[in-house]
């Protein structure tokens, strides 16, 4: 039975979903297509009838999770969220950077490109919210804002004292510059 495009389309998306939430989980290594498929809803065999391999899948699953916010959040609002316990559990749906950056370095060029420019608009993003004097000053504020979130993060979810993860998140967003 032939299927629509229309419905190629909407499977595309599951799989890139099911992905997303997947690899931010368990890691690019830690899941099998088959793993993915089954998550999706549809079958293995199918899978290269999407995708022409299993890094293709990752570097469009980074696209879309690290692709910009439909509403735009104060950058002070989007750190209390982000420096937040609730994001520091959810792995499966909270950031790539902090999830999978350690992964990335070795991906291929397409997963490292679209981190690249996830990683410009970040920091664009919280330069305009930054205080500074200069251009040069609200920059160097968001690169070591960034960095400090995506840092804290990681180090709150790697610590097994729930007591030090939350005093790392809460000092992190405390040492910010947009306050």
């Not at 979903?17 to 099998?32: C, H, I, K, W």
């Not at 735009?72 to 950056?101: E, I, W």
């Not at 070591?144 to 180090?155: F, I, P």
């Not at 790392?168 to 040492?175: D, F, G, H, P, Y």
Request: aromatic share 8%.
């Amino acid at each position: 039975m032939k299927v629509s495009k229309d419905q190629v389309a909407k499977h595309r998306a599951q799989i890139v979903a099911a992905a997303g939430r997947l690899f931010r989980q368990r890691g690019f290594d830690g899941v099998s297509v088959a793993e993915i498929m089954k998550e999706a809803g549809l079958t293995h065999g199918a899978f290269y009838g999407y995708f022409p391999s299993k890094e293709a899948l990752i570097a469009e699953a980074a696209a879309q999770a690290l692709a910009p916010a439909t509403k735009y959040v104060a950058a002070t609002q989007y750190a209390g969220t982000y420096l937040s316990t609730r994001h520091r559990d959810n792995r499966a749906g909270g950031c790539m950077f902090a999830g999978l950056g350690s992964e990335a370095v070795r991906g291929s060029d397409e997963l490292r490109h679209a981190m690249t420019e996830a990683l410009r608009r970040q920091i664009d993003r919280f330069a305009a919210e930054s205080a500074g004097r200069t251009e040069t000053e609200r920059r160097r504020a968001a690169i070591a804002t960034w960095s400090s979130m995506v840092g804290a993060v990681l180090l709150a979810r790697l610590v097994d004292d729930d007591t030090l993860s939350k005093e790392i998140l809460a000092e992190t967003r405390a040492s910010l510059p947009f306050d």
